[in-house]
């Protein structure tokens, strides 16, 4: 059968996937797959064959129908770890990196002062907020919790031999003897209004479980349970950060505002300067 260097191959791939938000990298990532190397060793590759060829051909097919890259390749990228992705499980994005890096950062200064910090990733999903933490910050005491069983066992998959303490559970029961110890809560929870549903892409709405991205007619519901739960977790001066909805940048920290648990409540953009998370401390 006929073979193909892996130049002309990305070219032709590239051009197929035009409609794609980023067709260089997502033919460099499913060639890779199919080669079974590192997209950064693909120059190593002298040929593709005809038989990679066609399970590469039928890869794109699925990519134009809407499939995400990461259930086509069964990982996604998130910081410095990789993760074991696939349905039943939200897809970490690179939004939540810098809410990510706000808490390592903070972690890090706990760290400094001789700590060894307690944190809890509430909604852990893939586990990939928590497994960042753990490789980034070791020295952390990291807890994790995910109400969905699919997402859970995707989750403890990826969590093994980091050291997280993971449960399946709502965040609402999880942890009970931290009460009071936390030093840091971070969450990436549903967050998506009922209403805006028709807006959402149908590559979001098909793929991604609806328990990871609803959350009531404004959005809000799992981070007015949050603005709660992560009072009662932190000892009084810890910290918070909670993702949400490029639209809710007024209205997820007023979440927190009208509960009275909380001080210094800020939000922050992510790298695109869109509104994507807020932090506040407890009173």
Not at 29 to 58: C, F, G, K, N, Y
Not at 201 to 223: K, Q
Request: contains cysteine.
């Amino acid at each position: 059968m006929r073979s193909t260097s892996p130049t002309v191959v990305l070219a032709e791939t590239t051009r197929t996937l035009a409609e794609s938000t980023s067709p260089a990298a997502e033919a460099r990532i499913l060639l890779a797959h199919v080669l079974e190397v590192e997209p950064s060793r693909l120059v190593l590759v002298d040929l593709v064959t005809q038989a990679q060829r066609d399970e590469l051909a039928a890869l794109v097919a699925r990519r134009l129908a809407g499939t995400p890259i990461q259930h086509l390749t069964g990982r996604a990228w998130f910081r410095t770890v990789s993760l074991e992705v696939g349905p039943g499980v939200f897809v970490p994005r690179p939004e939540t990196e810098v809410m990510t890096g706000w808490v390592i950062d903070t972690l890090a200064r706990l760290v400094d002062q001789g700590r060894e910090p307690i944190v809890v990733d509430a909604c852990t999903g893939s586990g990939a907020i928590a497994k960042a933490l753990a490789a980034e910050v070791p020295a952390a005491r990291v807890h994790a919790c995910e109400l969905s069983e699919e997402a859970h066992e995707h989750a403890r998959r990826n969590l093994l031999g980091t050291g997280v303490d993971l449960v399946c559970a709502d965040f609402a029961d999880a942890f009970t003897e931290l009460s009071g110890q936390v030093d840091v809560v971070v969450s990436n929870p549903p967050y998506i209004p009922l209403e805006a549903w028709e807006s959402v892409t149908a590559e979001v709405r098909d793929h991604d479980p609806a328990m990871a991205l609803w959350s009531g007619d404004d959005g809000l519901d799992a981070i007015r349970g949050l603005a709660v739960r992560a009072a009662e977790w932190l000892r009084p001066g810890g910290l918070v950060a909670v993702e949400h909805a490029e639209v809710q940048r007024e209205s997820a920290p007023a979440v927190f505002v009208t509960n009275g648990r909380w001080t210094e409540i800020r939000d922050h953009n992510d790298l695109a300067d869109r509104p994507r998370f807020l932090t506040a401390r407890r009173r």
